[in-house]
């Protein structure tokens, strides 16, 4: 017998996991559902109401080193946004999509003639600052910053621009934050699900429990105040899957919503929405306990679109052997 | 004959090339929406742009053989996690991605060279215009003297376009004859020649000359209502438009069947009174049977002794004044007289010779004994068909009409007299075609259950012979065979072999199984194995792959409902049946007339009678019959009869096709 079996015979539940999400920090959160944050079953998924219409909303990006002048690394980027929209018949169809190409240097650390070539060649360059690039790693956390906050204006232009066509019993779910726009955190269709937990909003008593929420139950409602980027939200903690055996995120997601009492009171039947859409299994993305297939799918259609050159380099790059 | 192009049409897919499943000069993968036309046997065109231009201004037709429907799902076990294992619970609110991929076999690219593998460009739905140029139709469709004959109709993806085959490919030159094959009552294989027939006599070119077909009935009454109609469709009447085929019954129908033992009553199912008048008989005496002497003797009775024996009936005795050197002179053209012969001889060598001898003429007795028996034994095993003592009753050999359907009902007929009956109409068919005296240029030979005739294994009987030299010479001659069996795997592969053009019914998955159809895809053969009635699959020369055919019923009445619509009649008292005989050669004749005349009469004197005005055809028959009756009726010596000998065939060898 091992150590950590004696453990587990003691009452410590089994895990099996290893690096988490990277931390974010303390975010301030409010309960809004009751005095204390408690686990609420949600309806079993035979009684889920799921709607007839949902359109879903994600994006990928891509990017890559392409140049080298002198220490100045040249980026060449892409982003894409899709919503994609399921009808009666479960079958999804694209309706907005939208993409973007993008070079990403500190044009006034280029030497001129090379700046001159670069400018005259490409229309859309997006700036950074130039003051990092002796140090090529944190230049290139800066790199990844700058894309990925590109992208995420994208999508929130394509989740404004979805919101204001969205039909009368038409939803909207969104991969990711839902309060990086007030117009679409304001709407009464539209939810957020955030599969990374590096924000950390509770702490104490509230905190185990929502960590340790046993599958097909949900946390009590808390507000996530907004700020200067941010529009206030309502937020849930949603279990999946059974984390035991496995690690504390296993299949937990976090559903924001509109900051509405409305909001509270059908938590428990957006939960159960929510929990039906884990058939089909989001397999073979190894984060399929969090994700959701109609979601990869939207991710999957904008891979096959995404430029060849910006496609995720193989593991080697010494040549194969053979077919 | 072809509609003219349709307005350009939506792409129904996009060819996909892997390093798995490259695109190749002979074969192409596309992938459709789920909720697709496009299904096995369909043909497609691939058009527009490969990577870089490649592919411009090519287009490559093909027909589709396989076809695979898969989704994202990894494994089964994610499907039952997802369904919590529940199998009602199967259902997710999201469909998973699917893909409809299909295998393409090429059947024609343009231009033809430089051969190229398949562009990977959009994937249409093959139109009319694309049917003809996919399967080579092109070329003796739209030429100064086309050759076209429709089969059948493609349909497939919404769209329906006509097929046609190559006459020079079908009745010959080039290539000849066709093979069918199918389950017994599923695959329509006797409806499919049926309407095929229908086809070549309306389509058969003039440049090509005249045209008739020559059916053998094989089981029950199914060729015996070729000239009635059946009932059709609108929708096959709508096919019989679409392919320029007249909807009607065979116009010009002969049918010939024996008599029955007591020598008047017809041996067929077709003696409805009202249709059994257009029913000629079939007799034969000696001289039309003993040239094929060799099909009425196994094969271990063909020895050289016996051989020797018959040629010298043949040449020496038949026909002729013969002195048997016993002081009698016989005229032996009837197996009656043949008869008398043997036995003179026999008494001849007993009585004369004291029975000290045992050869006449350098002859054993035993082998005259053994040759007498056999050829004797068919006048009594083949009553009807064979005539004892009497004139035959033929078809018309030298006056074959164009355009016409001769009907031989031989359902009935001893085994030995149906091999009596083929080899011998078939090997008048091709003295005279290739003397070019039949009448018509071409004959289509329809044979049915080749499984029995023309087997894989067992013995080399003179009939298989018979058909494979068809199979293998009869183009030249214009004898063409249209074969239908059930199992194409157990007939004799050199008849299969030959055959230019092959068609399937509905097809045993056993038969499937056996290593003949290893060149069709599991999909082909899944669809082989459950072909509706009324659809085919065709092979032909011009034709790189099977393409699968719809046909209409055919416009004649098939045998179960003539039956049932023409109850075949009792057979009738003697009299009456004469009567029948002699009232269809005149109708002034009354009934009462000439059964006064026969009554108290040998029925042979009245069987000889009879034949002898069916002959002849006398403006006044009664007179005639009267006139023949006051003596007995000797066999007709001033008719001059011909006598060919059937020139030898070919051993059987082994050699491949």
């Known amino acids: 017998m091992t150590w950590w079996q004696a453990l587990i015979d003691a009452g410590a539940v089994p895990g099996r996991g290893g690096k988490a999400d990277e931390p974010e920090g303390l975010e301030r959160a409010d309960l809004v559902e009751g005095a204390e944050l408690q686990a609420h079953p949600i309806p079993p998924r035979a009684n889920a109401r799921v709607p007839a219409v949902v359109s879903f909303l994600n994006g990928i990006e891509r990017w890559s080193v392409v140049a080298y002048d002198g220490v100045v690394q040249i980026v060449n980027a892409y982003i894409a946004a899709a919503v994609r929209r399921r009808d009666a018949q479960g079958v999804l169809r694209t309706t907005f999509e939208r993409s973007r190409r993008f070079v990403v240097a500190p044009v006034e650390r280029m030497t001129p003639a090379l700046r001159q070539i670069l400018e005259q060649s490409v229309t859309d360059i997006e700036p950074i600052d130039g003051e990092l690039v002796g140090q090529p790693a944190r230049y290139l956390e800066k790199v990844e910053s700058t894309v990925r906050r590109a992208r995420a204006h994208l999508e929130r232009e394509l989740a404004e621009a979805c919101t204001a066509g969205l039909g009368a019993e038409e939803w909207l779910l969104i991969d990711g934050l839902l309060s990086r726009s007030p117009t679409v955190a304001r709407h009464p269709r539209a939810l957020g699900v955030i599969k990374s937990h590096g924000a950390q909003f509770l702490e104490g008593r509230g905190l185990e429990r929502a960590l340790t929420l046993p599958a097909g139950n949900r946390t009590s409602v808390f507000a996530v105040r907004g700020g200067h980027t941010r529009t206030e939200v309502y937020s849930w903690y949603l279990r999946l899957w059974p984390w035991e055996g496995n690690d504390l995120l296993y299949g937990l997601l976090r559903i924001e919503g509109r900051a509405h009492p409305d909001t509270v009171a059908r938590a428990s039947e957006l939960s159960g929405w929510l929990w039906a859409e884990r058939a089909p299994l989001a397999t073979p993305a190894t984060r399929w306990n969090r994700l959701l297939y109609p979601l990869q799918q939207v991710e999957e259609y904008l891979k096959a679109l995404a430029p060849r050159d910006l496609q995720l380099q193989r593991a080697s790059r010494l040549p194969r052997t053979g077919t | 004959m072809i509609a003219p192009p349709a307005p350009p049409v939506t792409p129904i897919g996009r060819v996909v090339a892997t390093e798995l499943k490259p695109s190749t000069p002979h074969q192409f993968h596309f992938w459709t929406a789920t909720d697709t036309s496009i299904g096995i046997g369909a043909i497609v065109k691939v058009e527009g742009l490969g990577a870089g231009g490649s592919g411009l201004g090519r287009v490559v037709y093909g027909v589709v ?162 000239d009635q109609p059946g009932d059709l469709s609108d929708e096959d009447r709508r096919r019989y438009e679409r392919l320029a085929v007249p909807s009607t019954p065979f116009q010009r129908v002969r049918l010939y069947a024996p008599l029955k033992a007591d020598g008047v009553n017809l041996n067929t199912l077709r003696t409805h009174p009202d249709l059994v008048g257009d029913v000629e008989p079939l007799t034969w005496g000696l001289q039309e049977v003993v040239d094929y002497a060799e099909v009425l003797l196994n094969r271990d009775d063909i020895d050289a002794k016996a051989d020797a024996f018959i040629d010298f009936l043949r040449d020496r005795v038949l026909g002729r004044a013969f002195d048997d050197g016993f002081g009698t002179t016989h005229r032996v053209q009837t197996f009656a007289d043949l008869d008398r012969l043997f036995r003179s001889i026999f008494d001849g060598l007993e009585i004369t010779a004291g029975g000290r001898s045992d050869t006449w003429r350098t002859h054993h007795i035993a082998t ?23 004139p035959s009753s033929d078809l018309p050999w030298k006056g074959f009409e164009d355009r016409t359907v001769y009907v031989i009902d031989i359902a009935n007929v001893d085994p030995l007299g149906q091999d009596l009956v083929f080899a011998r109409v078939v090997s008048k068919l091709r003295e005279q075609l290739e003397r070019r005296e039949l009448g018509v240029d071409a004959v289509v030979v329809f044979v049915d259950e080749l499984n029995k005739y023309a087997p894989g294994d067992g013995p080399e009987t003179y009939v298989k012979k018979m058909l494979l030299d068809i199979s293998e010479r009869g183009r030249y001659l214009g004898l063409v065979l249209f074969g239908a069996e059930q199992f194409r795997s157990q007939v004799h592969r050199r008849v299969v072999g030959n055959a230019g053009t092959q068609v399937f019914g509905r097809m045993d998955m056993d038969e499937l199984a056996t290593p ?56 009738v008292p003697f009299d009456d049946a004469v009567v029948r005989q002699l009232v269809r050669l005149d109708r002034r004749i009354r009934p009462n007339q000439v059964k006064d005349l026969i009554a108290d009469r040998e029925q042979d004197d009245v069987r000889r009678a009879l034949a002898a005005v069916r002959r002849t055809r006398p403006d006044d028959a009664l007179a005639y019959f009267r006139k023949l009756l006051g003596a007995r009726v000797a066999p007709d010596a001033s008719v001059p009869r011909e006598h060919h000998a059937v020139p030898p065939l070919n051993p059987i060898s082994d050699e491949p096709y």
Request: glycine residues 8%; aromatic residues 8%.
């Open chain 2, 516 to 571: 003949g159809y290893q060149v069709l895809t599991p999909a082909t053969k899944s669809k082989l194995a459950t072909l509706p009635i009324g659809e085919l699959m065709v092979r032909h020369p011009h034709f790189t792959q099977p393409i699968f055919v719809r046909f209409p019923k055919p416009p004649v009445l098939r045998g179960r409902d003539g039956v049932e619509r023409f109850p075949p009649a009792a057979d």
């Open chain 2, 368 to 390: 005259m004994r053994k040759v007498r028996n056999r050829l004797l034994n068919i006048s009594t095993r083949c009553k009807g068909l064979v005539t004892d003592d009497g």
């Open chain 2, 65 to 226: 053989t396989e076809g695979f429907a898969y989704s994202d799902l990894a494994t089964p076990l994610h499907d039952v996690v997802g369904a919590e294992g529940d199998p009602t619970r199967a259902e997710a609110p999201t469909a998973r991605q699917e893909i409809r991929y299909w295998t393409v076999a090429v059947l024609r690219q343009t231009p033809e060279e430089p051969l190229q593998p398949v562009p990977l460009g959009q994937v249409f739905v093959a139109d009319d215009a694309d049917v003809a140029q996919a399967l080579r139709m092109d070329a003796y469709l739209y030429s100064a003297t086309p050759t076209a004959i429709p089969i059948g109709l493609y349909t497939s993806a919404g769209l329906e376009a006509p097929v046609y085959l190559d006459a020079d490919f079908l009745v010959g030159p080039e290539a000849a004859h066709l093979n069918i094959s199918g389950m017994s009552g599923l695959a329509t294989k006797t409806s499919a020649v049926e309407f095929l027939l229908a086809s070549i006599f309306a389509h058969f070119p003039a440049h090509k000359g005249r045209v008739a077909a020559l059916c053998f009935n094989v089981k029950g009454p199914d060729l015996c209502f070729l």
